[in-house]
C-alpha cells in the first residue's frame, strides 16, 4: 500500500472544508454577535462562555440573575439555534462569570512589541584569526563579527514585519 504525500493546502482544506470545522466557525461568529443574537436585553445580563457537545455555557453576574434565566432556556436556545439555522445546542449551563472573560468581550488592540536596538559588544572580533575557520564554532563567530560590522552576507528570505502599529509608533 503507498502513501501519498500531501500537500499542506490539500490538508487544511480537508480538515477546513468539514462539517465540524464550518460549524465551529459559525459558533464563534454567534460569539461576536452575540447582543445582536439574543438581543440587548439578555445580553446585558448573560454572556457566552463556550459550549460543549450540545450544552451551551453561559455566564451570569450572580446567582438572582442565574435563577431568573433558568425560564429564558427555551427562547435563548430558539434564538440561538435560530440563527445559527441548525439544532446545535439543547441545553444551557449557567456559571458566576467572576472573573472569567466572555466570548462577546471587546477585543483590545493588538499589543506593540518593543524591538531592542542592536549594540555591538565591547570586545567584538578578539578571537578572529584564533579560532579555525573551517570548524562550525570558527565559522559562526566570523559570521557573528560581520553581522555587527554590517557585512555578513544574509542568505534565504527574510521576514519582514507587518506590525503598523510599531512602523507607526518609530516614525
Given at each position: 500500500?503507498?502513501?501519498?504525500?500531501?500537500?499542506?493546502?490539500?490538508?487544511?482544506?480537508?480538515?477546513?472544508?468539514?462539517?465540524?470545522?464550518?460549524?465551529?466557525?459559525?459558533?464563534?461568529?454567534?460569539?461576536?454577535?452575540?447582543?445582536?443574537?439574543?438581543?440587548?436585553?439578555?445580553?446585558?445580563?448573560?454572556?457566552?462562555?463556550?459550549?460543549?457537545?450540545?450544552?451551551l455555557r453561559l455566564?451570569?453576574?450572580?446567582?438572582?440573575?442565574m435563577q431568573e434565566?433558568?425560564?429564558?432556556?427555551?427562547?435563548?436556545?430558539?434564538?440561538?439555534?435560530?440563527?445559527?439555522?441548525?439544532?446545535?445546542?439543547?441545553?444551557?449551563?449557567?456559571?458566576?462569570?467572576?472573573?472569567?472573560?466572555?466570548?462577546?468581550?471587546?477585543?483590545?488592540?493588538?499589543?506593540?512589541f518593543h524591538v531592542?536596538?542592536?549594540?555591538?559588544?565591547?570586545?567584538?572580533?578578539?578571537?578572529?584569526?584564533?579560532?579555525?575557520?573551517?570548524?562550525?564554532?570558527?565559522?559562526?563567530?566570523?559570521?557573528?563579527?560581520?553581522?555587527?560590522?554590517?557585512?555578513?552576507?544574509?542568505?534565504?528570505?527574510?521576514?519582514?514585519?507587518?506590525?503598523?502599529?510599531?512602523?507607526?509608533?518609530?516614525?
Amino acid at each position: 500500500m503507498e502513501v501519498g504525500m500531501r500537500t499542506l493546502a490539500e490538508l487544511m482544506g480537508v480538515f477546513l472544508g468539514g462539517e465540524e470545522a464550518r460549524r465551529a466557525c459559525r459558533v464563534v461568529d454567534l460569539y461576536r454577535e452575540w447582543e445582536g443574537v439574543v438581543g440587548e436585553e439578555l445580553a446585558g445580563h448573560v454572556k457566552p462562555l463556550g459550549h460543549r457537545g450540545g450544552e451551551l455555557r453561559l455566564g451570569v453576574a450572580d446567582v438572582v440573575v442565574m435563577q431568573e434565566m433558568v425560564f429564558f432556556v427555551p427562547e435563548l436556545l430558539e434564538r440561538v439555534n435560530g440563527w445559527l439555522g441548525q439544532n446545535l445546542f439543547d441545553k444551557v449551563q449557567f456559571d458566576l462569570i467572576g472573573s472569567k472573560v466572555p466570548l462577546d468581550a471587546t477585543r483590545v488592540s493588538r499589543p506593540i512589541f518593543h524591538v531592542p536596538a542592536m549594540v555591538r559588544p565591547a570586545k567584538l572580533g578578539g578571537l578572529v584569526g584564533k579560532l579555525d575557520p573551517t570548524s562550525p564554532v570558527g565559522r559562526c563567530y566570523e559570521k557573528y563579527v560581520r553581522f555587527f560590522s554590517g557585512t555578513a552576507k544574509r542568505g534565504g528570505r527574510r521576514k519582514t514585519s507587518r506590525n503598523t502599529d510599531l512602523e507607526a509608533k518609530r516614525t
